[in-house]
Protein backbone atom coordinates (compact mmCIF):
# COMPACT_ATOMS: atom_id res chain seq x y z
CA UNK A 1 0.00 0.00 0.00
CA UNK A 2 2.69 2.31 1.14
CA UNK A 3 6.59 2.53 -0.13
CA UNK A 4 9.37 4.80 1.35
CA UNK A 5 9.33 8.61 -0.42
CA UNK A 6 10.18 12.08 0.02
CA UNK A 7 7.21 14.77 0.70
CA UNK A 8 9.66 17.62 1.28
CA UNK A 9 10.86 16.62 4.94
CA UNK A 10 12.42 13.28 5.44
CA UNK A 11 13.71 11.63 3.41
CA UNK A 12 12.50 7.45 3.51
CA UNK A 13 8.92 8.60 4.77
CA UNK A 14 6.13 6.23 3.71
CA UNK A 15 3.99 7.55 1.18
CA UNK A 16 1.26 6.92 -1.30
CA UNK A 17 0.50 9.10 -4.51
CA UNK A 18 -2.61 9.20 -5.95
CA UNK A 19 -3.70 10.85 -8.95
CA UNK A 20 -7.34 12.07 -8.94
CA UNK A 21 -10.15 13.51 -11.79
CA UNK A 22 -12.67 15.13 -11.71
CA UNK A 23 -14.83 17.55 -13.63
CA UNK A 24 -14.23 21.04 -12.68
CA UNK A 25 -18.24 22.30 -13.19
CA UNK A 26 -20.22 19.60 -11.49
CA UNK A 27 -17.86 18.03 -9.39
CA UNK A 28 -18.53 14.27 -10.37
CA UNK A 29 -15.86 11.83 -10.03
CA UNK A 30 -14.07 10.23 -13.10
CA UNK A 31 -11.35 8.43 -11.12
CA UNK A 32 -8.19 7.80 -8.74
CA UNK A 33 -5.30 6.24 -9.48
CA UNK A 34 -2.34 5.58 -6.83
CA UNK A 35 0.77 3.98 -6.33
CA UNK A 36 3.18 3.33 -3.49
CA UNK A 37 6.07 5.65 -2.89
CA UNK A 38 6.56 8.66 -4.93
CA UNK A 39 4.14 6.60 -7.49
CA UNK A 40 4.44 6.42 -11.41
CA UNK A 41 3.01 9.58 -12.58
CA UNK A 42 3.45 8.98 -15.99
CA UNK A 43 1.10 5.90 -15.82
CA UNK A 44 -0.94 7.09 -13.46
CA UNK A 45 -1.38 10.07 -15.87
CA UNK A 46 -1.95 8.00 -18.99
CA UNK A 47 -4.66 5.91 -16.97
CA UNK A 48 -6.65 9.10 -16.14
CA UNK A 49 -6.62 10.88 -19.95
CA UNK A 50 -7.54 7.23 -21.08
CA UNK A 51 -10.60 8.02 -18.19
CA UNK A 52 -11.17 11.21 -19.62
CA UNK A 53 -11.46 9.86 -23.23
CA UNK A 54 -14.24 7.16 -22.44
CA UNK A 55 -16.24 10.09 -20.53
CA UNK A 56 -16.20 12.24 -23.54
CA UNK A 57 -16.73 9.23 -25.85
CA UNK A 58 -19.96 8.50 -23.58
CA UNK A 59 -21.14 11.54 -23.40
CA UNK A 60 -20.39 12.65 -27.28
CA UNK A 61 -18.02 15.26 -26.54
CA UNK A 62 -14.86 16.36 -28.56
CA UNK A 63 -11.73 16.85 -27.07
CA UNK A 64 -11.61 20.35 -28.35
CA UNK A 65 -14.25 21.40 -25.08
CA UNK A 66 -11.90 19.54 -22.71
CA UNK A 67 -9.24 21.61 -20.52
CA UNK A 68 -7.29 19.44 -17.87
CA UNK A 69 -5.89 21.00 -15.26
CA UNK A 70 -2.03 19.27 -14.05
CA UNK A 71 -1.35 19.97 -10.41
CA UNK A 72 1.46 18.86 -7.94
CA UNK A 73 4.03 16.81 -9.84
CA UNK A 74 2.93 17.33 -13.30
CA UNK A 75 4.40 20.53 -13.89
CA UNK A 76 7.64 19.77 -15.79
CA UNK A 77 8.56 18.78 -19.64
CA UNK A 78 7.68 15.05 -19.48
CA UNK A 79 4.09 15.05 -19.06
CA UNK A 80 3.88 17.13 -23.32
CA UNK A 81 4.26 13.19 -24.72
CA UNK A 82 0.75 12.20 -22.74
CA UNK A 83 -1.27 15.41 -23.08
CA UNK A 84 -1.32 14.77 -26.87
CA UNK A 85 -4.88 15.63 -28.17
CA UNK A 86 -5.78 17.44 -25.30
CA UNK A 87 -5.26 20.92 -24.15
CA UNK A 88 -4.14 21.83 -20.69
CA UNK A 89 -3.07 24.25 -18.04
CA UNK A 90 -0.72 23.40 -15.49
CA UNK A 91 1.90 25.26 -12.92
CA UNK A 92 5.15 24.62 -13.72
CA UNK A 93 8.11 23.64 -11.63
CA UNK A 94 10.74 23.30 -14.63
CA UNK A 95 11.25 26.53 -16.43
CA UNK A 96 13.18 24.65 -18.93
CA UNK A 97 9.17 23.54 -20.01
CA UNK A 98 8.98 26.99 -21.81
CA UNK A 99 11.74 26.43 -23.98
CA UNK A 100 10.18 23.49 -25.16
CA UNK A 101 9.40 24.04 -29.15
CA UNK A 102 5.17 23.27 -28.78
CA UNK A 103 5.22 25.90 -25.98
CA UNK A 104 7.52 28.32 -28.09
CA UNK A 105 5.51 27.99 -30.91
CA UNK A 106 1.97 28.07 -28.85
CA UNK A 107 3.49 31.53 -27.05
CA UNK A 108 4.28 33.37 -30.83
CA UNK A 109 0.48 33.00 -31.51
CA UNK A 110 -1.96 36.32 -31.17
CA UNK A 111 -4.06 35.69 -27.96
CA UNK A 112 -7.51 33.36 -28.57
Known amino acids: ?3 PGYRGRKRGETVRTRTTISQAHSYQWLGS ?7 RYREEL ?8 R ?7 SSECT ?3 LDGQYGNGAVLSNMAG ?9 YRLLEHPLV ?9
Open 46 to 53: RKALSAIG
Open 86 to 94: FSFVTRGKD
Open 33 to 39: FGNRGNG
Open 55 to 61: YLATHQL
Open 104 to 112: QARLHLPPD
Open 1 to 3: MCA
Open 67 to 69: LVR
